[in-house]
């Protein structure tokens, strides 16, 4: 049987090197909390952010996108009424997680807090784009899925200035 001692030398030694990990997680820790702070100091308004919002805006001025919406006579009506209801509920959980959990609350990872709302949000969207083409195939045919993409990407790069 191993002597006493020889149990005392080896829980020093695990204790070291326990030590000796705990340091180095904590070196690396701030080295990512530094590299996070350089990468999200160089984040905001850049080139692909400008284009989207850009091409958003031209897209919508070249098809007269709101005179269409607006007074389109060929546009599927149930279909976009209920691509709008799917719509105000991703931009209503957009609103909760980026003005309240994040500004209000604080909460930066808010998707370990409230795990349901990424998954709502995206099925919710997904349905509204789907009713949105159907709403909208009659008025541009084929060059709806890339007008609404565009719109979406605009208002994706322009959100995304605010958070």
């Known amino acids: 049987m191993a002597d006493f001692s020889e149990f005392v ?28 702070v350089d990468v999200k100091s160089s984040a905001g308004i850049n080139r692909h952010s400008v284009f989207w919002i850009v091409a958003s805006l031209g897209v919508t001025y070249y098809v007269d996108f709101f005179r269409v919406v607006l007074n389109g006579s060929d546009i599927h009506g149930w279909w976009f009424g209920v691509g709008l209801v799917l719509l105000g509920l991703c931009l209503s959980l957009a609103a909760f997680c980026i003005v309240y959990l994040e500004w209000f609350k604080g909460i930066k990872n808010y998707e370990q807090e409230y795990p349901a709302v990424p998954a709502v949000t995206t ?18 045919s084929f060059f709806t899925p890339v007008i609404l993409f565009t719109q979406f990407m605009g208002v994706v790069m322009l959100i995304s200035l605010l958070g």
């Open 9 to 36: 030398n080896l829980r020093r030694r695990f204790n070291s090197i326990q030590q000796q990990q705990q340091q180095q997680q904590e070196d690396e820790q701030s080295v990512c909390s530094e590299e996070s």
């Open 123 to 140: 099925a919710a969207f997904i349905a509204a784009s789907c009713s949105f083409n159907v709403a909208l195939w009659p008025v541009w």
